[in-house]
């Protein structure tokens, strides 16, 4: 974000093995993401995609090459680590706390407090709703029941949580792993055009889903992967759903 | 930096969904978080038409009766307020009925045993210190089972109560620990202005309760573990920690529980906790927590303790036979339950329309 070349990655992964005993679910794998731009990752289930992403939020350490951020390399012991460096991971299942309401879901785990009567830290609520709502005002998202537990919402609303919670901690770089899968048409839409946001914002954003329509519709470039190496790359705009699909499934 | 952005793919935006803020859903929702409240208030009027009915006199407005339930309510109150805890977190806690009566018998031993050596107001204390510190050793190894050893709640706690029960006899040598000490009995029986002592330590206590379940980082972190403890665990919560404190917590406040019982019956008895552990977890849930965590208030277990103690007490006051409490407390338990179940399908059918 601070880098004076503007299109110097964001993240870059160099030659990036992971290996479980003897089987190569990752091969000497490079990609990089640039401010502004949504890489898709695409590839058959089991292919990789999934401990590629996890190797690089740092829910486990890859055998062998380097993950540089701005250039420098990283490395994560935690998913945390990863998190405070600015990557998000948005999961299927979107980790939110269905019972609190969005500001408390933005905050939860670093809530903001306040002393009331000048003595008592309490929760301040009223900093969270304020927070949500500006937050999701970015997003171009509109909310008026701030207070209201997220189960209230829709899938899409949702989703919108969980990147806004991403959003409001300046991730730099959000993983999503199939952000729409669950969703119906018109909030896969709402999705996709949250992504559009996110990009507007100068944000990397890794984008994994089955769905080409979705991945054509958002991305800048695609990645393909095949049996834990990298099948083939390239800009959307050269491309079409049949190069892609051929690059899947290997011909 | 987003002028550098390449120009955006005609992707049109979709409306705003409108969120579902129609008053009559949540005219509906208030009234079944209010539900405890209102029972009590149904109770209340119920047992007052029958009360003058039946011998034409009062039931509500006799200072003594409303003295009896508040006496009536402290301990499972207290048991309940724990419980609510360890509930809205997802877990139960079986245990606190005799952690309670070990309490009991702690405080009765260890006031008697100060009172040898220091003035009695300070054995007093001294007993109520030692009953609630006591106390918080099951709560430890309750809070080591449950998060480091991955027991579930229900079986860890279970094996606790056998636990603090045998423990808790073999103190008190199987029969009760009288105690001698007037400042102990003052506490449990006298009055500040007509209102028990015991109520207002229960009733200060219940504050402080609902300060730490409702406005701190720990009764968030409580309820989103009830939620979701997965999400929980991504924001960064310390899940194990959050879990052996909030254990210790529940019995600590059994601890506080048992204290007050030696004081009211100048007594510590193994026994004293034992029909009311049931009671708490009614009280909560009929307080408007689910058993399957998340939600849950203190505000709302008070009105459930409350229920509970006016139809005990109610009961027994128009003179019908003991037997009949079990009966109505179940029954209550049940329409809670189901009002909550239907007032969930309710909201739930909104969800993603």
């Known amino acids: 974000m601070n880098s004076t070349d503007q299109n110097a990655p964001l993240l870059e992964v160099r030659n990036l093995s992971k290996h479980f005993g003897a089987v190569r679910a990752l091969n000497d794998f490079s990609m990089a993401v640039r401010p502004g731009e949504v890489v898709a990752l695409a590839g058959d289930n089991g292919a990789g995609k999934t401990t590629l992403i996890k190797a690089i939020s740092g829910v486990f350490q890859p055998t062998g090459g380097e993950i540089l951020l701005g250039g420098q390399p990283v490395a994560f012991a935690t998913p945390q680590e990863a998190r405070e460096k600015g990557i998000e991971t948005i999961y299927q299942d979107l980790a939110l706390a269905d019972n609190l309401s969005i500001g408390a879901n933005i905050f939860l785990g670093r809530e903001p407090m306040r002393k009331a009567f000048g003595f008592l830290p309490v929760l301040d609520r009223k900093a969270m709703a304020e927070a949500a709502r500006e937050t999701m005002k970015r997003l171009d998202f509109h909310v008026s029941r701030m207070n209201a537990p997220v189960s209230n919402f829709s899938g899409g609303q949702r989703q919108a949580v969980a990147i806004g919670r991403a959003v409001y901690w300046d991730a730099q770089i959000l993983i999503m792993d199939e952000p729409t899968a669950a969703l119906g048409v018109p909030e896969q839409r709402k999705v996709i055009s949250l992504i559009h946001q996110l990009k507007a914002q100068g944000r990397g954003v890794i984008f994994i889903s089955h769905n080409l329509q979705d991945i054509f519709a958002v991305s800048d470039r695609i990645v393909v992967l095949r049996r834990g190496v990298q099948a083939g790359e390239r800009k959307i705009s050269e491309t079409n759903h049949d190069e892609v699909v051929k690059l899947m499934v290997g011909g | ?353």
């Open chain 2, 1 to 353: 930096m987003t002028s550098t952005s390449p120009a955006q793919p005609a992707e049109k935006h979709v409306a705003p969904q409108a969120d579902h803020g129609d008053p009559a859903t949540s005219l509906i929702g208030r009234i079944a978080e209010g539900r405890a409240w209102l029972f009590l208030a149904g109770l209340i009027i119920c047992f007052e038409i029958w009360s003058r009915v039946a011998f034409g006199a009062t039931f509500v407005l006799n200072p003594f009766n409303l003295q009896s339930i508040a006496i009536f309510a402290v301990a499972p109150l207290l048991l309940a307020t724990g419980q609510t805890f360890v509930i809205i977190s997802g877990g139960i806690d079986l245990s606190l009925g005799f952690i309670m009566g070990l309490a009991a018998v702690i405080a009765a031993h260890a006031t008697n045993m100060a009172g040898a050596a220091i003035p009695l107001p300070l054995a007093m204390l001294a007993g109520i210190l030692a009953a609630v510190i006591v106390a918080g050793v099951p709560g430890v190894i309750n809070g080591l089972l449950i998060s480091r050893l991955r027991v579930p709640p229900f079986i860890g706690t279970l094996g606790m109560f056998g636990v603090a029960r045998g423990v808790a006899f073999l103190l008190a040598g199987g029969t009760t620990v009288p105690v001698r000490n007037s400042w102990f009995a003052l506490l449990g029986n006298g009055r500040f202005y007509g209102v028990p002592y015991l109520v207002l330590i229960a009733a200060v206590f219940v504050i402080v309760m609902h300060y730490l379940l409702s406005q701190t980082r720990f009764g968030q972190h409580n309820y989103a573990i009830g939620a979701n403890v997965q999400a929980a665990r991504r924001a960064g919560i310390d899940i194990r920690g959050h879990i052996l404190r909030l254990y210790v917590l529940s019995a600590m406040c059994a601890g506080l529980g048992g204290a007050l019982y030696a004081a009211r019956f100048t007594a510590g008895a193994a026994q004293a906790g034992e029909p009311l552990l049931l009671d708490s977890v009614a009280a909560v849930v009929i307080g408007g927590a689910s058993l399957f965590g998340g939600s849950g208030t203190i505000l709302g277990t008070v009105a459930g303790a409350l229920v509970i103690a006016v139809i005990q007490y109610g009961l027994v006051f128009v003179n019908v036979e003991p037997f009949w409490q079990f009966i109505a407390v179940g029954v209550v338990i049940i329409i809670s339950v189901l009002i909550d179940q239907a007032q969930r399908r309710f909201s739930g059918g909104r969800q993603d329309e």
